[in-house]
């Protein structure tokens, strides 16, 4: 799922990130707003304004690449409504989010799971899901949404696409909290979790689908996993954003694993696979050992 994500205005603490920028770590968004990112070099595709919904707002969209191919893309955002009129801002954002008939936080075909908590103007959204790629990427079903940026560069670059990605979206507004609205969504190549092969890439007939699942069982262990990390996740997003704690998801049912427990964070597993990444890089371990020791970090 690709949301456009929104900002009003930069704060001048934010760094400044340019087309083509390699970001290891962690990236900072805003003052308010540092994200750690998962390991391996993450390349800035796009530094944008743009209108959505009447709306002009900001965009960052960074990807993974290896070997031309994209295994892993994110995009955030982050909306400062102080100072703005309240109640028109509130209106709009609760049409993008939970009136906008292509995306937004409510039950969907092709979302495998929706958490939400909402309550006046306030809302804290997870959705996890499914993509077809292609279709998803060059013709969008919104209008608004053009990609005319990311397809150039796509192109310029000769980069591919993965035919499937699993997704995932992360939202929170409170005018309680600095009347800050945060966003972000990520997508990944499933053979990044050692996914089975998918013989079926639209988001109807893909195995990933929620209605089609069952009958997959080695891609349900793996969207089962997905869950797990989006759940820590959006966990650890809304530790960022200081998210109240009634406004708190109970993610509880979604059982993260021991390695995504609240003990240890994505940010240690981050760390922990930075460090192999390393030993990799200054030849002390093969790229075998590298995949073995990965592999049972994750699992």
Known sequence: MLLILLMFNNEVNAKKYKVNNLVQNKINYSKSFVLNLPPGNWTVLRNSMEDYYGIRGKVYTLARIENNTILETLEIGELNTAGLFP???SHAIYEVIFKNKYDGCYERPEYFLVKVFKKGSTHNCLVIGHSDVNRDFFTPDDPEISNAELKKWVKD?????PKVALTSFHAYYSRLVKGRWYLLSYA?????LNAPKNNFVSEETSEYHKNNISKYPEHEKIMNKWV???????IDFENIVKTLERHKLDLSDLSPSKSFSSKTSLNDIADEINKLNDLYKSGIITKEEFDKAKNKVLN
């Open 87 to 89: 109640t028109e801002i």
């Open 157 to 161: 670059n000769n980069i591919q696409l």
């Open 188 to 192: 990944i190549n499933p053979e990044i």
């Open 228 to 234: 797990s990390i989006s759940a820590q996740r959006h």
